[in-house]
């Protein structure tokens, strides 16, 4: 799986820089008229975010035990709660936008090279299919996983918008390119940790997932640069993560 996941970010690069050579992409920088005050708010807004995201962890494990013998199907109550709780992960952000009056292309939703965008997401999303040895589990996708894929996609949307469209445009406005990649990178990684820490504790396992999300968020957030939108990333981040559930 370790491999796939490698292989699967290597092609996301390649056929990232493939797509720029055959068709010119809007990279579609934001301005703002106070970068770093805008920066700031995002920053405390992904905060407010991770606390969200810690707290509905914790409630939720607090009130789940242990499953006995085989785990129910998924099914659509399943998927509205996973989506309920990815809507109030999103609040504070929204809550931004909506008082700071900013729009969607502010978060990498602009339909300028949407079509070109759908197809790239879609391709990394296929070779992630591939690289991760699950073409033949495909075969058996029914009900239940595709309701697993709405889930997944709805989250993988979520998060592009938040870490790459919302966060990283703020921080490469106020810090430049560069900086702001890197520093949207790790905050990206760092906001999985409660996650992790409610799943599988304080263990070692702990520094290799914060190191592969910190690799995980810096080509996907070279991406967005590169495209100009979170449409691709926001496709194969769902698929990739369906993909590595399967």
């Not at 990206?188 to 799943?199: E, R, T």
């Not at 914060?210 to 990333?233: K, N």
């Amino acid at each position: 799986m370790g491999l796939g996941v490698a292989l699967t970010w290597v092609a996301a690069v390649l056929l990232t820089m493939l797509a720029r050579r055959v068709h010119l992409f809007d990279r579609n920088s934001a301005h703002f008229a106070r970068p770093r005050r805008e920066a700031l708010v995002a920053i405390a807004a992904v905060v407010a975010q991770i606390v969200i995201v810690a707290v509905l962890f914790a409630i939720r494990g607090a009130s789940t035990s242990p499953p006995i013998g085989p785990q129910p199907r998924y099914d659509v109550a399943r998927l509205a709660v996973q989506l309920a709780i990815a809507a109030a992960a999103f609040s504070p952000i929204l809550a931004v936008l909506i008082l700071r009056r900013q729009g969607a292309t502010t978060v990498g939703l602009s339909t300028r090279n949407l079509l070109a965008q759908v197809l790239l997401g879609v391709t990394i999303g296929l070779v992630a299919v591939i690289a991760m040895g699950k073409v033949a589990g495909l075969a058996t996708v029914g009900g239940p996983e595709g309701l697993r894929l709405v889930a997944f996609l709805a989250v993988g949307f979520e998060e592009e918008i938040v870490f790459r469209g919302f966060l990283q445009s703020r921080l490469v406005a106020w810090l430049g390119e560069g900086r702001g990649w890197l520093l949207a990178g790790a905050i990206f990684a760092l906001a999985h940790v409660p996650q992790d820490l409610a799943s599988d504790g304080a263990t070692p396992i702990l520094i290799v997932d914060l190191a592969l999300q910190l690799v995980f968020g810096l080509v996907f957030g070279w991406i967005v640069l590169r495209v100009g939108g979170v449409w691709a990333t926001g496709i194969a981040h769902g698929v990739a993560d369906w993909v590595g559930w399967l």
